[in-house]
């Protein structure tokens, strides 16, 4: 539940402060705008270790917003918050959960809930909420706010979305009563590519366009830092990395990702939190509610880890840098936009083989609700074994940079991710230190990576069985492989790199003798691999057999882009399969069927 302070409460009580720091203008309140109307929370009624959906139903009363997995896997408690970007002068709309993010997450923003969405029309309802009526798409009702706000969400990103774009970006949308058909048919109404409904598409047009025009005028400037300082907990938004490294270096200790550098007997009650999207650390919060910090210290709205800088050059390799605070879905974007801008990346030119991979992984990192929110630099600080950007980024020799202030100035160090990986949750970032982005190399003519995810069950939104990610360079005059890079996730430690057949494969001629090879590591060394697993034996002998198919799989595509017969290795991946949905997981007949749908080729996704 929000607490809420009484507004009477004693001059003393109220004088109960934690130090401000130059990270931003002590303020006494937070101010946003919910369902059009102005809302502004004092700061002696605020506690940011609450989320926003409780802010919503207990003190708002807006119930719409239901709670119900608290853990942003559902949808249920799905808004829209709007907010203004002065670099584009644009207002940008992404959909949140809101039983993940902390209220003053949301300040300077526009949230809208489903019962502020018909207050913009005439009728009783929305379109979309009619469209859901119209097609029988609502039974209990607990996810039917959340359909609706993604897929409104969603048409406000681009209203000329089509039926597949409406359907994916109901990946992390739950609903236990309707089997999907009838919400399919629902969003179905405003999809660009089905004809028909011409007057659903445009009354949905007509209130994107009055969205946007009521837009508050108050809230269209940038972001200006801040504090906010409740009872209990502080809030601090700086919004230039100097501020940033200032707050870091002089007020200490501070947790990144599940980093702490308090010293010893330091807890999380006597620290603060670095957060950016809030996806993991609401996450936390949730799990474990006793351990209130210190004060979050929110790096949402840093302008230098926002940037991307393309065909730029480190370590004498040309690629791209990624700012540690853009989001999945910037990233995504990003991508997108310069693969259909720039020839040399397109889909099957030499440099794009290390690029497509991210693009399509972050399709299935998360959900829609995480991925607007989330961000490349708190997915690799986390450095979960199970993490989706981990082994990725590990196996195409991707670096990052650390920067830190000493006498005033700002010093740089860059790290390789195998330098920069250090364990389950355990990276080499500094107490004084900040990380503000990712180089990506491009890669070189005869250089291929892929990568693979298999889902527990679902192929988004969930905890990945296994995650393979590898990439191979073979010298196109003499077809030696000189380098190659094979890591694994989901296997209880990061960036675990698959040894016995990276050993197998450097130095050898490419050709058809290497797929068995590599079979034979894997299975000779399979115990080995899936050691410090936290799964069941039946899960590890799975998990064996998955990392057999995704080298199958990852030597297929090698071979067939560059240039080899793929006819054998697709009679030995027909093979694996055949045996996978043979085997029986966990004491379910059918989970192997299962695990084999849910797994995911990124390389093949193409948006």
């Avoid at 409780?54 to 239901?66: A, H, P, V």
């Avoid at 949301?106 to 379109?127: A, F, M």
């Avoid at 969003?187 to 007057?199: R, T």
């Avoid at 900040?434 to 250089?447: D, K, L």
Wanted: glycine share 8%.
């Amino acid at each position: 539940m929000y607490k809420l302070v009484h507004p009477h409460i004693t001059t003393a009580l109220r004088a109960v402060r934690l130090k401000t720091t130059n990270s931003g203008v002590k303020r006494n309140s937070l101010v946003f705008y919910l369902n059009g109307s102005r809302v502004e929370v004092p700061s002696y009624e605020l506690e940011p270790t609450a989320s926003l959906l409780s802010y919503l139903r207990d003190n708002r009363g807006l119930t719409g917003t239901k709670q119900v997995c608290s853990e942003g896997g559902c949808g249920a408690c799905t808004c829209i918050m709007s907010k203004y970007d002065a670099k584009t002068d644009k207002v940008v709309h992404k959909t949140i959960s809101s039983c993940l993010v902390s209220l003053p997450f949301v300040d300077g923003t526009l949230v809208t809930t489903t019962e502020g969405l018909s207050k913009h029309v005439n009728d009783p309802l929305h379109p979309v909420q009619q469209a859901v009526l119209d097609n029988h798409g609502s039974q209990c009702g607990y996810c039917s706010p959340g359909v609706v706000s993604v897929l409104t969400g969603q048409l406000l990103k681009n209203t000329n979305s089509t039926n597949l774009q409406l359907e994916r970006a109901l990946d992390g949308t739950l609903c236990r009563c309707t089997g999907y058909r009838p919400i399919i048919s629902a969003l179905s109404c405003f999809a660009s590519d089905v004809d028909g409904n011409s007057d659903k598409k445009e009354e949905m047009m007509k209130f994107c366009s009055e969205f946007e025009t009521n837009f508050p005028s108050e809230l269209k400037h940038a972001p200006e830092p801040m504090v906010l300082e409740g009872l209990q907990c502080s809030w601090s938004r700086p919004t230039k990395l100097l501020d940033l490294l200032e707050k870091r270096a002089k007020n200490a200790p501070i947790v990144a990702g599940s980093h702490s550098f308090g010293g010893e007997g330091a807890t999380t009650q006597n620290m603060a939190h670095m957060v950016a999207g809030f996806t993991d650390v609401g996450y936390e919060l949730h799990l474990h509610p006793e351990e209130d910090p210190l004060g979050f210290v929110s790096i949402a709205d840093v302008d230098e880890l926002q940037t991307i800088t393309w065909d730029t050059t480190h370590n004498d390799m040309e690629g791209v840098w990624f700012g540690a605070g853009v989001t999945i879905d910037g990233l995504a974007s990003a991508i997108h936009s310069k693969m259909k801008e720039d020839a040399r990346l397109q889909h099957g030119s030499p440099l794009s083989y290390s690029i497509w991979p991210i693009h399509n992984q972050t399709h299935y990192f998360g959900n829609t609700q995480v991925r607007s929110s989330g961000t490349i630099g708190g997915s690799l600080v986390n450095c979960s074994h199970v993490s989706d950007m981990v082994p990725l980024m590990t196996a195409l020799n991707a670096s990052v940079e650390l920067v830190h202030l000493s006498n005033g100035h700002m010093q740089t160090r860059t790290h390789y991710m195998d330098q920069f990986v250090l364990g389950d949750r355990s990276v080499d970032i500094k107490s004084n230190e900040i990380m503000t982005r990712v180089f990506v190399p491009y890669s070189r003519n005869g250089e291929y990576a892929i990568s693979f995810k298999y889902g527990n069950k679902r192929r988004v939104d969930t905890i990945s069985t296994l995650n393979f990610a590898g990439r191979v360079y073979i010298n196109p005059d003499t077809n030696i492989v000189e380098e190659a890079s094979f890591v694994c996730g989901g296997l209880g430690v990061s960036g675990l790199h698959i040894t016995s057949l990276e050993d197998v494969v450097v130095g050898r001629e490419w050709n058809m003798e290497l797929v068995i090879d590599g079979l034979l590591a894997i299975r000779e060394n399979g115990d080995n691999i899936v050691q410090h697993s936290r799964h069941l034996p039946q899960g590890k002998e799975h998990q064996k057999h998955l990392l057999e198919v995704s080298w199958a799989r990852a030597f297929s595509y090698y071979s067939e882009k560059h240039g080899l017969d793929t006819t054998y290795t697709n009679d030995i991946m027909d093979t694996l399969h055949a045996n996978s949905l043979s085997m029986k997981w966990g004491g379910d007949t059918d989970s192997g069927h299962g695990q084999h749908r849910a797994s995911q080729d990124y390389e093949f996704y193409v948006a």
